[in-house]
């Protein structure tokens, strides 16, 4: 399925929103969402992630997403599909699910709530990988897992010739640097953190799994080739632009923001599900379209 993941997984990855519409799936709304992002230059679609709230995602809508992800992209460019959880047997069947509709690999977050130790989420996602024979991207998001996988579980994880790559969104650069040190060249080191791409791209990452890029994936596909190619005066000057748009997409709980963008930008509505609340009015809405204007997208 997959090549070299350091060549395959590199470059920008868009964590596609999941759009709503009257509390279902806009599916057409979603194909529209893919092209927009081929046709802005993205390098790979993440979808189902937390940015597509998969929390609120049923299974069958879950699986629905992906698979239409994959037929809209059409092998155009790499699917890493969300298929996570904190209970291993689902992570299993989902993983499972989404290597039959032909994504390229799932990407699997660290057991959330459990609290599990280093050798329990290593044995976690060794299970995965094994049962489940889909290639898998790590994602170590401690600010919503609680757990922090360590860059020496990563490096022992690394070895599985099924565990590809990683989204470290910790937004450590020491931490970034000690797993590109112990896991080698080949292994895919991308980004959580549209905050501070551009180091991590000096420090050895690949690319990004970014959620600003639904906005403009061609400018994030920009800073991480002029990074890899040591361009660094451009990529400076496209980080520094994109980050009043990066700062936009935090002001309230994410997709909140992003989904008040894609409406203006006429992709989709901003409809979020519950718990979540849409960013329709107010200082947050005003400061997601201040960013707009400041992109001149509006």
Not at 15 to 29: I, N, Q
């Amino acid at each position: 399925m997959l090549g070299s993941a350091a060549i395959m997984l590199s470059g920008a990855f868009t964590a596609l929103a999941t759009p709503f519409r009257g509390g279902a799936l806009d599916k057409d709304a979603l194909k529209k969402l893919v092209e927009t992002q081929i046709d802005g230059g993205i390098d790979g679609l993440v979808p189902c992630g937390t940015t597509g709230e998969s929390p609120t995602l049923s299974h069958a809508e879950h699986i629905e997403v992906v698979e239409i992800v994959v037929e809209a992209a059409a092998g155009r460019v790499p699917i890493i599909a969300g298929a996570g959880s904190n209970n291993t047997t689902e992570a299993i069947e989902m993983a499972t699910a989404c290597k039959k509709l032909g994504v390229d690999a799932t990407l699997q977050v660290m057991p959330y709530y459990n609290k599990p130790s280093q050798q329990g989420m290593r044995e976690h996602i060794l299970r995965v990988v094994e049962a489940s024979g889909a290639p898998a991207v790590l994602y170590n998001v401690p600010s919503r897992t609680v757990v922090d996988l360590q860059p020496e579980t990563v490096a022992e994880l690394s070895k599985h010739e099924l565990v590809v790559g990683i989204k470290e969104a910790t937004g450590d650069m020491a931490r970034a640097i000690e797993i590109r040190e112990q896991c080698g060249a080949d292994f895919a080191l991308l980004s959580g953190d549209d905050f501070t791409l551009l180091p991590f791209l000096s420090v050895g990452g690949n690319g990004v799994i970014s959620v600003a890029s639904n906005i403009v994936p061609g400018l994030y596909a920009r800073l991480c080739k002029a990074a890899v190619e040591g361009r660094y005066d451009e990529a400076r000057e496209l980080q520094y632009k994109l980050q009043p748009l990066n700062r936009s997409m935090f002001c309230a709980s994410n997709p909140g923001p992003l989904k008040a963008a894609l409406a203006k930008l006429g992709i989709m509505t901003d409809e979020v599900r519950s718990p979540l609340l849409a960013v329709s009015d107010g200082a947050a809405h005003a400061q997601v379209m201040d960013a707009l204007r400041g992109l001149e997208l509006v």
